[in-house]
Every structure is written in structure tokens, then in C-alpha cells.
């Protein structure tokens, strides 16, 4: 049985369903969706290149 990844609600969203969710799946991957269901995945990519996009998001604001 694969475990499912436990995404976590984006704290910049405040209330309703418009919002980011985020997921660090086994073997490294970020995944990324519009809203808990992962049937509605957006993006799918390794946690380096996340860093490295929060890292650019943080600096430009």
C-alpha cells in the first residue's frame, strides 16, 4: 500500500477553497494543487526546485 502525502493548506490563503496546498511525497517530490483532492494536481516537482522558487519568492516579495 503506497501512503498518501499529506498536504498542508497554504497559510497565506485565509478563509474558502481558493487556495495553494502542498504535499512532500516519498522519493522527493513537491506536489502542488488548488485544493486538497490530488485529482486536481497542478504541479508536480522536486524539492530542490522548490526551494530554489520560495527561496526567489521570498526575495522579490
Known amino acids: 500500500m503506497t ?6 493548506k497554504s497559510s497565506f490563503c485565509g478563509d474558502g477553497d481558493a487556495c495553494v ?16 483532492d490530488p485529482a486536481h494536481l497542478v504541479l508536480a516537482t522536486t524539492q530542490a526546485a522548490w526551494a530554489d522558487f520560495l527561496q ?6
Open 3 to 8: 501512503a498518501q502525502p499529506a498536504w498542508r
Open 21 to 36: 496546498y502542498v504535499a512532500v511525497t516519498p522519493g522527493a517530490l513537491v506536489k502542488v494543487a488548488d485544493r486538497v
Open 56 to 61: 526567489a519568492v521570498k526575495e522579490t516579495g
